[in-house]
């Protein structure tokens, strides 16, 4: 009976496409999803990206993500609404360049015109910046953000075979340098013999002790190279022991010719012996060459004939340069998965993905440009065809109708527009999904897991699934598709690539074709439009104080229209955005005529809220720039601000006009009767107005 009900089971399930899709589109609550992974470490690298090369050949697009050890170094390091574009970049830049990457997850998407389904193959890559090279004195340093980490280890994240079997890698930045290191090394220590004595010069003998050593080995390697010439080979062997006066040398082969392996000697000793060999042995040549870890074997090899001595100094070259390229090639590491995506052109996606190809572009290629523009532009030159699944999600009205007052995260994007089946009634739109399949190119393994959420390989395989149903809301058809088209330069999607939003709430568009920001129709603002002159940063609160209470304290002052937004940084710092230019530099004068006056009335002042305690310092949008920028990292954003402004309260205000001290005290009791207009006069003194920090 019971095998009986099994069959019946199995007569009832839907063909096996569709199970898999449906196993594969709804992952469950915890644990597993169901879908193949590869893992991929050091130990299987090179044969997992061998067979990765076909895939990526093959597909119409690839699934990339990321996952990082942290996001932001501080909570002021946050991109905000209020972030003009070069101080958002700078936030983003110091993310990518301070925190390592850990995963990359690569899913390459093939459409089957057969089964009229996209073939998926999710690649989960461990990465752990190791120091492969001995010529690499770079220091391999990164942040962990607490929190990323907690979040990591709350979904299962292999920690161990991360740091432990980790890919290590090179940047293209970092290969070049490693080339020049190595050609440095190197140059000149490989071959000597007489024939370059020109070129090298003589090096005159200063002393007794070098006289004498000199003579010496001249003594000792004539004694050595006639015994090699008095003796036959026999199979590539000499016939019979070769006896030499000094115990320092040891008779060997090398490439089938006899040598000895100097042994004990100084750097100075062994220039000599090169000038010895250089002035009197036509027929020794001095070699050098490299072990693995850069420790270098130095010998004198027997030549008897001038075509010999060729050949062998084009042996010694042709064996340093394959030992630099095998080397340098396996240092590269997880690069040239990179360098695959790159050198394939294929089209590239992504989920809310700035983060990660500012990351990719610091980690794979070279330092992160100081502009967006300059970034957007290099980057572009790289990978041609970028696609941003959440900014997809907001130019179709279909999808911003089904993604209505709902979360944009991957997890929740993949759970709506991915679901297991859909029924008559419960269709949520009148288009149908995309079938997707996950196929495993050996039988599964310990190299296969299933994967899970915020794992880099599972999160690129539903972006991809995401992006899949995207293009079909586009009116995409695959099944006109064929494997060979690039889809990239499809009519319907091309006006949408290369299209994605700095963050989550930059109010903003980068095209990186030309590397400019236009404003997202589609986002709605929280904060009113921000007027960057019409700013102020303002740190070093005694205690916190609430947005609210900082605006109320400035209106009293200035008008109660006075003041548009307040946002706070952090329990330490504020923007305050005011309604009229002219009001910024009038209220760094007043604060600098407070805090230089001694006087009831500036204890008994509005502003006397936010200036208790005389640390508050105050400055226009172009210091709360320059304070992003910096290389420091404070966690509070006053800490930050007082390491970088090297200009003091005291060296600002002690130029302040004793007359505009007296005009303001004098206009305070005004001010305060008739706020509703903001009576507090045009500055007298423009240059305090710059900075009082």
Not at 102 to 109: E, N, R, Y
Not at 368 to 384: D, Q, R, V, Y
Not at 521 to 545: C, Q
């Amino acid at each position: 009976m019971q095998v009986q009900g099994r069959l019946r089971r199995v007569l009832r399930a839907p063909p096996p496409r569709i199970l898999l899709y449906r196993a594969i589109s709804s992952p469950p609550s915890g644990g597993g999803s169901g879908v193949a992974v590869k893992q991929v470490t050091r130990g299987n690298m090179e044969e997992a990206l061998e067979k990765l090369r076909g895939r990526v050949r093959e597909a119409a697009f690839v699934g990339v993500d990321l996952e990082m050890s942290g996001v932001t170094s501080a909570p002021w390091r946050d991109t905000f609404e209020l972030d003009r574009a070069d101080v958002r970049y700078l936030k983003l830049r110091d993310s990518a360049e301070r925190f390592a990457a850990l995963q990359l997850g690569v899913c390459p998407f093939r459409w089957d015109p057969a089964k009229s389904a996209f073939v998926a193959h999710p690649h989960n890559f461990f990465i752990f910046p190791r120091k492969e090279l001995p010529s690499d004195c770079s220091s391999h340093e990164f942040l962990c953000q607490t929190t990323s980490i907690e979040f990591l280890a709350k979904y299962q994240f292999d920690f161990n075979t991360c740091f432990r079997e980790g890919i290590s890698y090179l940047s293209r930045a970092q290969e070049e340098e490693a080339l020049q290191k190595f050609n440095m090394l190197h140059h000149g220590r490989t071959v000597t013999s007489s024939t370059n004595s020109e070129e090298d010069g003589d090096m005159p003998l200063k002393s007794a002790s070098d006289i004498l050593f000199t003579e010496r080995m001249k003594m000792n390697f004539k004694e050595w190279r006639d015994a090699i010439a008095s003796k036959p080979m026999v199979d590539n062997h000499l016939s019979g022991n070769i006896k030499c006066g000094s115990g320092q040398f040891q008779t060997v082969f090398f490439k089938m010719r006899p040598a000895i392996i100097l042994n004990g000697f100084s750097s100075h000793q062994l220039k000599l012996i090169q000038q010895v060999l250089r002035k009197n042995f036509r027929d020794l040549i001095f070699v050098c060459t490299f072990g693995e870890d850069d420790t270098s074997e130095k010998k004198v090899v027997y030549s008897d004939t001038d075509e010999d001595r060729i050949l062998l100094m084009k042996d010694v070259q042709e064996d340093l340069l394959k030992n630099r390229e095998e080397r340098i090639k396996s240092a590269i590491g997880i690069r040239h998965v990179i360098d695959l995506l790159s050198s394939e052109r294929k089209l590239i996606v992504g989920h809310s993905c700035f983060l990660d190809i500012a990351q990719v572009y610091s980690k794979f290629v070279r330092p992160l440009p100081s502009s967006i523009k300059e970034f957007a532009l290099s980057f572009h030159k790289i990978f041609p065809h970028i696609a941003d699944t959440r900014h997809l999600m907001s130019v179709n009205q279909a999808v911003q109708k089904l993604m209505k007052h709902k979360s944009k995260s991957l997890s929740s994007a993949f759970l709506l527009l991915c679901p297991a089946s859909y029924s008559s009634v419960e269709k949520p739109s009148s288009h149908s999904p995309v079938t997707i399949e996950v196929e495993g190119d050996e039988t599964m393994s310990s190299r296969f897991i299933s994967g899970a959420k915020h794992e880099a390989g599972y999160d690129a395989y539903m972006t991809g699934c995401i992006f899949a149903q995207l293009c079909a809301y586009l009116g995409i058809q695959f099944e006109q598709f064929s494997p060979l088209d690039n889809l990239a330069t499809n009519t319907k999607l091309q006006k949408h690539v290369n299209f994605l939003s700095p963050s989550w709430n930059s109010g903003t568009v980068l095209d990186l074709s030309t590397g400019m920001e236009t404003p997202d129709p589609g986002y709605t603002r929280r904060y009113p439009a921000a007027v960057y002159d019409n700013i102020v940063v303002i740190w070093g609160f005694l205690s916190k104080v609430r947005p609210k209470e900082i605006k109320d304290c400035i209106c009293k002052v200035f008008g109660s229209g006075s003041v548009t937004t307040v946002f706070s940084i952090d329990s330490t710092a504020a923007l305050v955005q005011f309604k009229k230019q002219e009001s910024v530099n009038d209220f760094l004068d007043l604060k600098a005529v407070l805090e230089r006056a001694d006087s009831a009335i500036s204890i008994l002042h509005p502003l006397s809220t936010i200036l208790e305690g005389g640390q508050t310092r105050a400055a226009k949008y172009d210091t709360y720039r320059d304070i992003c920028s910096s290389s420091e990292s404070k966690y509070l954003f006053a800490d930050q601000a007082e390491s970088v402004c090297a200009t003091s309260k005291n060296q600002l205000i002690e130029n302040v006009d004793g007359n505009l001290i007296s005009d303001v005290l004098d206009g305070v009791a005004l001010a305060s009767v008739t706020e509703e207009d903001g009576i507090i006069p045009s500055s007298k003194n423009q240059n305090v107005a710059e900075v009082t920090c």
